[in-house]
């Protein structure tokens, strides 16, 4: 039985990490201060006896340290996410990324050089290219001005992976690196900006459905369940250690205005569908990434995985959830 710690696990991808790992037969504890995360998402297995919930930061460095030396393995998912939260709370994003990774990292490599696997992003890559659409691990970064907070948090997670990958090439921590493109399922929140669940929503509820954009915009989304699989695979693979890898489904590509119109007819919702400048959704100057899709072969070619979840099932799967949680 493994001893696991997951940072930010009653969040949305922690919580099916955490369910996951538990089924698995390991003893899981979580640390989360609840800023992006919610106790509902950990309700099903909080009576867990091999479950332990800890609500606070990971900037409590006493509280790490007795986490951290105790465990096998550190699930590293705490982090700001969401473009809207990003935006809205800039220093506290930054200082979250940043000082939070540095926590677990120090703290990995002083008791035992402990196995770390960080959740990085599909932002890393930054803005549209001309031609580029596929994205894959080596690819360069090209981003917008520092004033430009929406780049704040590529900008945190890139400084997160440094130093991840610094750690294992001077200390040889066994760390492996996931960047995630898009995932979405159950217990998903559109509060901070996240295009699948609020648009549910907002269909469940007659709402306009909401576009940022002109929706021409294309993006792949993943089921967490196959993200979660895919890091469950990376984390018991030593030929994973110290490399950088892009989860997603490239399958599931879709614009946006497909998207807004196939959640319409699934929820069989009269909602209009309504267009909304970038400048009015978040502020002027807002930039972001026509087409976004993962080149997930280096994945692949190290475990095997295939994505088992089409976009019409995984959009049914959270629409009923959805509608069980009303």
């Known amino acids: 039985m493994a001893k696991t710690l997951v940072t930010g696990g009653a969040g949305f991808i922690g919580s099916h990490l955490s369910e996951a790992l538990l089924k698995n037969g390991d003893k899981v504890t979580v640390v989360d201060d609840l800023s992006t995360g919610r106790l509902n998402n950990i309700s099903r297995f909080r009576s867990n006896n091999r479950f332990s919930f800890y609500e606070d930061t990971i900037l409590n460095k006493r509280l790490m340290k007795r986490l951290i030396k105790d465990c096998d393995i550190i699930y590293h998912l705490a982090a700001a996410v969401g473009v809207k939260y990003i935006i809205e709370h800039p220093i506290d994003s930054i200082k979250t990324n940043i000082k939070g990774t540095d926590v677990v990292l120090g703290m990995a490599c002083e008791f035992g050089n402990k196995k770390v696997i960080l959740a990085s992003t599909s932002e890393i890559y930054g803005k549209d290219r001309p031609g580029k659409h596929v994205f894959s691990e080596e690819d360069d970064r090209l981003l917008g001005s520092t004033t430009r907070s929406r780049w704040s948090y590529s900008c945190a997670k890139a400084i997160d992976e440094f130093l991840a990958l610094a750690y294992r090439r001077e200390k040889r921590l066994p760390v492996i690196i996931c960047r995630?493109?898009?995932?979405?399922?159950?217990?998903?929140?559109?509060?901070?900006?996240?295009?699948?669940?609020?648009?549910?929503?907002?269909?469940?509820?007659?709402?306009?459905?909401?576009?940022?954009?002109?929706?021409?915009?294309?993006?792949?989304?993943?089921?967490?369940?196959?993200?979660?699989?895919?890091?469950?695979?990376?984390?018991?693979?030593?030929?994973?250690?110290?490399?950088?890898?892009?989860?997603?489904?490239?399958?599931?590509?879709?614009?946006?205005?497909?998207?807004?119109?196939?959640?319409?007819?699934?929820?069989?919702?009269?909602?209009?569908?309504k267009h909304i400048p970038y400048a009015k959704a978040y502020r002027e100057g807002f930039e972001d990434m026509r087409h976004r899709e993962p080149d997930i072969s280096r994945l692949k070619s190290v475990t095997g995985f295939k994505p088992n979840i089409g976009i019409d099932d995984m959009l049914l799967n959270i629409i009923k959830g959805f509608k069980s949680d009303d």
Do not use: W
Not at 196 to 211: D, H, K, M, W, Y
Not at 244 to 269: C, D, Q, W, Y
């Open 180 to 273: 995630f493109f898009n995932t979405c399922g159950p217990r998903q929140t559109g509060r901070y900006g996240m295009v699948v669940p609020r648009f549910i929503r907002q269909a469940l509820s007659g709402e306009p459905i909401t576009i940022y954009g002109d929706g021409k915009q294309t993006r792949c989304f993943g089921d967490v369940s196959d993200a979660v699989r895919a890091v469950l695979l990376l984390s018991k693979n030593p030929k994973a250690y110290g490399r950088v890898f892009n989860i997603g489904n490239p399958e599931n590509k879709v614009t946006i205005n497909a998207l807004a119109k196939k959640i319409r007819s699934m929820t069989h919702s009269a909602s209009a569908i």
